[in-house]
């Protein structure tokens, strides 16, 4: 048995979502207004201080990390040739029957 969501109280069988209250709790309120485009040089500084948090992996990370995509790939590849010739097989020996 399913347990209620909240602890004492039992889900209705006829019970309809509360769409009105929610409705009325969305209000259309005025666009906010825009804010200044930045400078080209400060959007400059921006993108610089952005660009020093960015944490670039190691080349032993990243020689690993492609060792293991390699293998993957080769064992994604062995894994569908051998699904593919089994499901060959079987093809050839349904249609067999038929002949």
Same mark, same amino acid.
Do not use: Q
């Given at each position: 048995m399913a347990k209620a969501k909240t602890p +004492?109280?039992?889900p209705q069988a006829n019970a309809k979502p509360q769409? &009105? &209250?929610a409705a009325a709790a969305i209000t259309v309120d005025s666009p906010e207004p825009k804010k200044?485009?930045?400078s080209i040089t400060q959007f400059y500084q921006q993108v610089m201080a952005e &660009?020093?948090?960015?944490v670039w992996p190691s080349r032993?990370?990243?020689?690993?990390?492609s060792v293991m995509? #390699?293998?993957m790939v080769v064992v994604a590849s062995i #894994? #569908?040739?051998i699904v593919d010739t089994g499901? +060959?097989?079987l093809f050839r020996w349904i249609i067999g029957l038929g002949s």
């Open positions: +004492g109280k039992r769409v &009105a &209250a200044p485009r930045p &660009a020093r948090k960015i032993k990370e990243t020689w690993i990390t995509v #390699f293998i #894994f #569908f040739w499901l +060959g097989f």
